[in-house]
């Protein structure tokens, strides 16, 4: 936890330090999405999931921006090495850069990011309860998408993205290493401040 904090407060901290304030440099984001998960966990096939992340970017150069966020994802398991209708959660911390720019002259932009997730897998039981959690640890995420601007201030972006976190867990005394991948497809609103 130490290391994210640490990464966050000097990736502010630039941004800070180099660049001044001025209008319209920064932008907040929410995006839902479906997920698609890329491989079983453990012989555990996972349904089509969903999540949502928000973002908070700031952008110092004219096409490049340092982002940093939250983010909530779900998949579902009708059966796993875990039990029967289990639910696998990530949830954790992303930051990274993107870059975005025009096509022509038009109000649409191709949009790239890239960066890294600091995430943990929780494993929930049919009633509801957490029956096993790894921890958090880094994984990393790519995205490619457009930005279509609905006015000054508000943007739609729809993204496909892909997401990998590998975590091992101890569930009584038996390890196993968890590795979740999966491509996202979300439309996201941004707005610019």
């Keep these: 936890m130490k290391i994210i904090k640490n990464s966050v407060l000097w ?29 079983d966990i453990e012989e555990a096939d996972l349904d089509i999931g969903f999540g949502f992340e928000v973002t908070v970017a700031y952008r110092f150069m004219p096409h490049l921006a340092g982002y940093v966020g939250w983010g909530w994802n779900q998949f579902r398991a009708e059966d796993s090495f875990a039990g029967m209708n289990t639910d696998f959660e990530e949830t954790g911390y992303t930051f990274g850069l993107q870059f975005i720019h025009p096509i022509t002259e038009t109000s649409i932009s191709y949009m ?47 993204e496909l993205r892909y997401r990998s976190l590998s975590r091992a867990l101890e569930i009584d005394t038996i390890n196993t290493d968890l590795d979740l991948s999966y491509i996202a497809i979300g439309v996201g609103i941004s707005r610019v401040f």
């Design 112 to 158: 790239i990011r890239a960066g890294a997730i600091y995430n943990h897998i929780e494993i929930e039981n049919n009633n509801g309860g957490i029956s096993a959690d790894t921890g958090h640890g880094f994984g990393w995420q790519v995205g490619l998408g457009l930005e279509m601007k609905l006015d000054d201030n508000w943007s739609l972006r729809p």
């Design 11 to 39: 990736l502010i901290l630039l941004l800070f330090s180099t660049i001044s304030f001025s209008q319209n440099n920064w932008s907040a984001e929410f995006r839902p999405g479906l997920n698609f998960a890329t491989q």
